[in-house]
């Protein structure tokens, strides 16, 4: 019984994380000072559909990963960084999370 | 009457970041604390563009003869931003109204402060041009200011990043010396700190954070 649940649980898990939305990367103009762009970080971070949210400032990148069953649209990600007060140039989708784009940029 | 001149203008020039407000809906607090004035603003952006706030300001004249104080409302303004691939570039319109007084004059002044900021700024390097213009009554005074930096290396958005960089300032009628300051500047994706000595020997410490 114990096997069949935890069986269940995992293909639930499973089925929401193919359900999820891609992770969004866009290429921003301006964002030269951390402090200056923490407001990005911290718009996105609210979104209630956001898992996680990585700023990479030398390569100009903000990427935004949904929790499993969410979708973020490239124009929630597009408001909120000119919200903040940059610009955005492209909105890509990417088959990573950003935890994993965080780990290739430390490496 | 030269000394809120002075302390007003050079209250904008210590908030001097990449701008003196934060992101829309944000609330920042700034502080600027030397030996010959002290002063607190604390602003909320209502759009991206627009911020309302309020300020309080301690000031000294250099011979410590006059001091005084200033209560002001303030609306700042981002009038235009260049962003650009790896830089930016801001003109920033920033004007206070409210009282002053002091131990020169009687009573209360009523006072009024326009300014402008011009930024242009990389992940290296900083440079910004700023003046105030203040009046009260028959009070007078200009306020004119630059700074130039850099920093000592490309950070990542978590880590701490160190610069290094000079202030040169002038209050005219207030002191008739050109103030210079060599600060260094600490600045995270939390928060943003400057310390640093005049070289009269006093020291100065200015900070900003984003709630």
Redesign the interface.
Known sequence: MKAYASVAALAALASAAALAGPTLTAEV???????????????LRALPATQDVY????Q?IVAVEPKAGATITPETLTRVV??????V?SVKEVNATAASLRGK??K | MRLAAFAIAASFAGVACAGPMGYNGSTMAMGDFGRNWAEAWVNHAVTPRDAFGAGYTWMRSDDDRVIHRVAEATYTRLVHRWNMPHAQANAWFVVGAGVMTGNDFEGERFAWTPGFQLDYETTRVYVAAMGRLYRAGSIANDYAAGRAGFSFYEAEYEQVQPWFLVEARHMRAMSERVEVTPMVRFISSRYFVEAGVNLEGQARFNFMYIF
């Open positions: 103009n301006g964002m030269v000072c951390a402090f200056c762009a923490q407001g990005i970080e911290k718009n700023v990479n400032l030398p100009r000119r919200d903040a007060g940059y610009e140039v940029a430390t």
